[in-house]
């Protein structure tokens, strides 16, 4: 079945990097779109990144460009969310995200559990 687990979250200072991964399986992972999403606390989630299944074409929320680079590695069945000049604002828990399309035309989307990402001194 399809997994997605991230990692690499944690505390870190105003101003600080932190670099998230997220390893899948159960799908044709070079095939597909990844996403990065968050959640502040008390907010919605929200789309921070996504990259084509080559990894040709990426899209960044506004306030994240300039500060956040998603990449991929195929061969590795995992997708990266590179963080620098973290602020505050930028704590939430992140989530990978795939959507697939079955045999059958429907639509899924599979979460991972998602990681804690603290900015704060």
């Known amino acids: 079945q399809v997994q997605l687990v991230e990692s690499g979250g944690g505390l870190v200072q105003p101003g600080g990097s932190l670099r998230l991964s997220c390893a899948a399986s159960?799908?044709?992972?070079?095939?597909?779109?990844m996403n990065w999403y968050r959640q502040p606390p008390g907010k919605e989630r929200e789309l921070v990144a996504s990259?084509?299944?080559?990894?040709?074409?990426?899209n960044y929320a506004d306030s994240m460009k300039g500060r956040f680079t998603i990449s991929r590695d195929n061969a590795k069945n995992t997708v990266y969310l590179q963080m620098n000049s973290l602020k505050p604002e930028d704590t939430a828990v992140y989530y990978c995200?795939?959507?697939?399309?079955?045999?059958?035309?429907?639509?899924?989307?599979?979460w991972g559990q998602g990681t804690q990402v603290t900015v704060s001194s």
């Open positions: 995200k795939v959507r697939l399309i079955n045999t059958r035309g429907f639509v899924n989307d599979y």
């Open positions: 159960g799908f044709t992972f070079s095939r597909n779109t």
């Open positions: 990259i084509t299944g080559t990894g040709d074409y990426t």
